[in-house]
T-cell receptor, first 116, second 109 residues
Framework: NAGVMQNPRHLVRRRGQEARLRCSPM?????VYWYRQLPEEGLKFMVY????????ESGMPKERFSAEFPKEGPSILRIQQVVRGDSAAYFC??????????????FGNGTRLTVT | RKEVEQDPGPFNVPEGATVAFNCTYS??????FFWYRQDCRKEPKLLMS???SGNEDGRFTAQLNRASQYISLLIRDSKLSDSATYLC??????????FGTGTRLQVFP
């Protein structure tokens, strides 16, 4: 049973380019979460999605960032016009339900974005 | 005030020592609680859930005090392999898990 799959593992973009990060949840999981971890800092919640729905995007920057989890295919975190401050590790997690007591989050290996 | 606060450490302890980490959370409506472990530059992994009655898993014991909004993790007989960052995690609502910044533990021989 494959775990949460994220790709690419490493992504280098120049300022102004677009970054697309992909996440395939564990089999049977319909809830996806994106977190960002800046160097030497903790994980910051960005967005929580279910299939075709954004449930909570309170942690997403208002501009340049968007996320989707379509009916078919992986969840995508998209960052437009990247800036150096976007350089971070982006972790995706999934759960079979709302990440409650009996179903904690399972994390992917992360995508390390470097903006040059 | 941060939603979840932890002492960043580092805690440097010898093998075999007992070490305790604390965590406080601000939202009294928080529903569930966890400790995760993160090794350097890797993904967080669930260590254990935290129940009101307290729970134990081998050398690890977690406690929750809802009245004081306080969570603890006790590690007995520390091993070198316990060296990592320990993340206190609180489920605020609808699956939104908030992570503390973590407490670094370094176990030395």
């Amino acid at each position: 049973n494959a775990g949460v799959m994220q790709n690419p593992r490493h992504l280098v973009r120049r300022r102004g380019q677009e970054a697309r990060l992909r996440c395939s949840p564990m089999k049977g999981h319909s809830h996806v979460y994106w977190y960002r971890q800046l160097p030497e800092e903790g994980l910051k919640f960005m967005v929580y999605l279910q299939k075709e729905n954004i449930i909570d995007e309170s942690g997403m920057p208002k501009e340049r960032f968007s996320a989707e989890f379509p009916k078919e295919g992986p969840s995508i975190l998209r960052i437009q016009q990247v800036v150096r401050g976007d350089s971070a590790a982006y972790f995706c997690a999934s759960s079979p339900d709302q990440g409650g007591l009996d179903s904690p989050l399972h994390f992917g290996n992360g995508t390390r974005l470097t903006v040059t | 005030r941060k939603e979840v606060e932890q002492d960043p450490g580092p805690f440097n302890v010898p093998e075999g020592a007992t070490v305790a980490f604390n965590c406080t959370y601000s939202n009294s409506a928080s529903q569930s609680f966890f400790w995760y472990r993160q090794d350097c530059r890797k993904e967080p992994k669930l260590l254990m859930s935290v129940y009101s009655s307290g729970n134990e898993d081998g050398r690890f014991t977690a406690q929750l005090n809802r009245a004081s909004q306080y969570i603890s993790l006790l590690i007995r007989d520390s091993k070198l392999s316990d060296s990592a960052t320990y993340l206190c995690v609180v489920n605020m609502r609808r699956g939104k898990l908030i992570f503390g910044t973590g407490t670094r533990l370094q176990v030395f021989p």
